[in-house]
């Protein structure tokens, strides 16, 4: 007699296998209905990278020798941990954020930083004491904590276009990116970013005045704020329902969003007499944007194509200066990509945010600037191949990873 237990276990199998595809089917509409599993995982992995990014840079401190001397320390000595969170322009905030501006006429003054992320640092760190150590700390735990809430701000605008597997793709590698470990630091990188995808979500989602308000701050946390608001005039104009009074309250926000910018020009004025003295200072630290954007990566893209070897190794910025060269090349022919995907708005921000530091002729910042151009990682998300994204993951880490050990061991990564 035929023995049938075989198929009947194999019947069980396939049923059991359908089952099992059934319940996976299941949850995972469960967890697309409900985003709060996919935000507290946007939270915890945050929060984990500053904490690997900290130890990393102790580690780069503790192996390898400066660059330079030291020029600020947060206890007043020399601290293998802490001091990496204060390179460069960390003093910088910090010294606003203890005794103000103070206009040099006709020399370099700290008005070239704009007002928001050290007035933040002034008034949280007097709630601690007044000691420039608090400043410090402050200034660390305000760039993480508007890291984390960056990331999740980005992962609600980016839910508005992709997927959610997409949008958590973007926000990973807006985190990773090569010279995203300045939002750990000292610095209002992370602040910006924050403010300025909350600007971006409300404009899109037609919250006027909440964009209009995040607007304001960014536009006062760092110069390429300015650059945000004509992307922001094309998105509310697109965004806005053809009645008076919803285009009237989406002017409102516009005009809101450029007075964080007016405010810093009025105050400059009242201090030096010049609303854009801020402007002149920067160009006193040798930054004179205007120029040809194309002359600087031409350039670059000459000597690394006709003698690469000699130019890396005898001129001694040719290494920092072929990193944010490279990067900012990359974005640039990323940028119509960008246009074409999400439209004219997120490639406005793009292409005027990379205009202005490739006009100025020096690559200096061009990684930082490149940081905060979300709409890029937004782009990158919506390349369907694994082997891509895996491999832009890996070099993403590997790259941020030599960019923070340089930036920690002081040398010229600004």
Not at 167 to 190: D, R
Not at 242 to 254: F, K, M, S
């Amino acid at each position: 007699m035929h023995d049938s237990r075989p198929a009947i276990h194999n019947r069980s199998a396939i049923d059991n296998q359908s089952a099992i595809r059934s319940q996976s089917t299941i949850h995972n509409e469960s967890a697309i209905r409900n985003p709060q599993s996919a935000i507290t995982g946007i939270i915890v992995g945050a929060v984990a990278l500053r904490i690997l990014s900290a130890l990393l840079a102790l580690f780069a401190n503790l192996s390898f020798p400066l660059d330079r001397p030291e020029q600020f320390t947060v206890f007043g000595y020399t601290s293998k941990f802490w001091d990496t969170f204060a390179r460069y322009d960390s003093g910088y905030f910090e010294g606003i954020a203890w005794s103000g501006y103070q206009p040099a006429a006709g020399g370099r003054s700290n008005i070239a930083y704009f007002p928001v992320y050290p007035l933040l640092i002034r008034y949280i760190g007097r709630l601690f004491g007044h000691h420039h150590a608090t400043n410090y700390l402050v200034g660390i735990g305000i760039s993480w904590t508007c890291f984390v809430l960056a990331m999740v701000a980005l992962y609600y605008l980016a839910r508005l276009d992709l997927d959610r597997a997409q949008a958590q793709l973007a926000v990973l590698l807006t985190a990773i990116f090569p010279f995203a470990f300045f939002y750990g630091l000292v610095y209002s990188e992370s602040t910006f970013l924050l403010f300025t995808v909350l600007a971006f979500y409300g404009f899109r989602t037609r919250w006027w005045i909440l964009g209009g308000v995040c607007g304001a701050v960014a536009t006062a946390t760092r110069v390429p704020g300015i650059m945000m608001l004509p992307a922001l005039a094309w998105t509310a104009w697109r965004a806005a329902e053809p009645t008076r009074r919803d285009r009237a309250i989406a002017a409102t926000g516009l005009a809101i969003a450029a007075s964080g910018f007016g405010a810093y020009c009025f105050y400059i004025y009242r201090l030096t007499g010049h609303p854009f003295e801020w402007a002149f200072t920067l160009q006193r630290w040798g930054y004179v944007p205007g120029g040809s954007p194309w002359h600087a990566p031409a350039h670059l893209l000459s000597v690394l194509l006709t003698h690469p070897y000699a130019y890396l190794t005898q001129d001694p910025m040719a290494p920092y200066d072929t990193l944010y060269g490279i990067t900012g090349i990359l974005f640039v022919i990323a940028m119509p990509f960008v246009w074409r995907r999400f439209g004219a708005g997120y490639g406005l921000f793009m292409l005027l945010n990379l205009l202005l530091p490739l006009s100025s002729g020096v690559f200096e910042g061009v990684g930082r600037y490149c940081s905060v151009l979300f709409p890029c990682f937004l782009w990158l998300a919506t390349i369907r191949s694994s082997v891509f994204s895996v491999a832009i993951i890996v070099v993403f880490s590997m790259v941020y990873t030599l960019g923070l050990a340089l930036f920690t061991t002081i040398h010229p990564i600004f």
